[in-house]
């Protein structure tokens, strides 16, 4: 089992940055793959970025490529997600979520086994 804590989020102004961070309790982060879904009210769960259990592999959606950086750091048992030059259409309830065994970046929230509870990021225009 393990239990994951979201926190980093905030109300911002379009082109400001946030980092949000993914703390992990109960098992070693290292042994899991980690990814960020975002949901927005009305919209389905989307897949933004995942990194591997090394983090030698990342992968991001294209609507956040070259904005968003995902990083780890497995002595610290925590992912994090850099947002940068944030836009009003990347307001959603961030997620990280574990994955039981990447082999590549995927999409499909269903795949994951572990969820936190999500940190709020409000872009204001």
């Known amino acids: 089992q393990v239990q994951l804590v979201e926190s980093g989020g905030g109300l911002v102004q379009a082109g400001a940055s946030l980092r949000l961070s993914c703390a992990a309790s109960?098992?070693?982060?290292?042994?899991?793959?980690i990814a960020w879904f975002r949901q927005a009210p009305g919209k389905e769960r989307e897949f933004v970025a995942d990194?591997?259990?090394?983090?030698?592999?990342?992968g991001y959606a294209n609507s956040v490529k070259g904005r968003f950086i995902i990083s780890r750091d497995n002595n610290k048992n925590t992912v994090y997600l850099q947002a940068n030059s944030l836009k009003p259409e990347d307001t959603a309830i961030y997620y990280c979520?574990?994955?039981?065994?990447?082999?590549?970046?995927?999409?499909?929230?269903?795949?994951?086994?572990?969820w936190g509870q999500g940190t709020q990021v409000t872009v204001s225009s």
């Open positions: 990194i591997s259990r090394s983090g030698d592999s990342t």
């Open positions: 979520a574990v994955h039981p065994n990447r082999l590549y970046s995927d999409i499909d929230p269903t795949h994951y086994v572990y």
């Open positions: 109960g098992r070693t982060l290292s042994t899991y793959a």
